[in-house]
């Protein structure tokens, strides 16, 4: 058995518009309790019995469906943590790449922004490795989401990300997410995943 998750301590003090408590109530309880109930779920794995398996009920099936949930929830709310800290200034392959796909910076944030308005949980902005294209993805739950696709920029949108300092003034909340975005972190992500030489078709 391993040690199983680790939580990841947040990278900034502080962020534009988004007070320390609702960031502390975000990351401190929630996304933290995400990680506890991962490790809980992982280790219940260890010795639930494979020849009960049931689709309607047994504990592997509950056991294997949150364990999905859990997954999801701990690494979108990670990277979006981790893509938060920044001068909010689109720069780098990114900004290339998003102009190449949506013809502009501008009409990638109006898609974007549209799509944190639509949605009940997550925005990702996506490369997805069948059609070597980025893509402005909604999921209104953790376990909502396209394979093979790998999320280069997200965004909470669950009330908990933003009721604490906007009440349910949810385009107040965007204001202040693109205000923070650390765009250099996403063209960390771009880099690791050798973006631009999987759409070259040269990997
Ligand atoms: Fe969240």
């Known amino acids: ?4 998750h680790v939580a990841k301590e947040l990278k900034f003090t502080e962020l534009r518009g988004i007070s320390k408590r609702q960031i502390e109530e ?4 929630l996304y933290k309790g995400y990680v506890r109930k991962l490790n809980e779920i992982e280790e219940k794995l260890q010795t639930a019995d494979p ?8 504990q592997i099936r509950e056991l294997k469906m949150e364990k999905c949930f859990a997954t999801n929830a701990m690494y979108l709310h990670e990277g ?20 190449q796909d949506f013809g502009s910076l501008e ?16 925005v990702v902005l996506a490369y997805n490795w069948y059609d070597r294209r980025l893509h402005n993805y909604s999921s209104d739950y953790h376990t909502q989401g396209i394979w093979n696709s790998s999320p280069l920029l997200i965004l909470d949108v669950y009330e908990h990300a933003y009721m604490i300092d906007f009440g349910v003034a949810r385009a107040k909340y965007l204001d202040a997410f693109f205000a923070n975005i650390d765009w250099d972190e996403v063209n960390k992500r771009v880099e690791a995943l050798r973006i631009e030489a999987h759409r070259k078709g040269t990997i």
Do not use: C, P, V
Request: glycine share 18%; hydrophobic share 40%.
């Open 26 to 29: 975000h990351h401190g309880t």
């Open 107 to 122: 009409r990638w944030e109006k898609d974007f922004r549209a799509a944190g308005i639509a949605a009940r949980g997550w």
């Open 80 to 99: 979006y943590f981790a893509n938060l800290g920044g001068d909010g200034k689109a720069k780098g392959k990114i900004a290339e790449l998003i102009t």
């Open 1 to 4: 058995m391993g040690k199983g």
């Open 51 to 58: 020849a009960e398996a049931n689709a309607t009920f047994s």
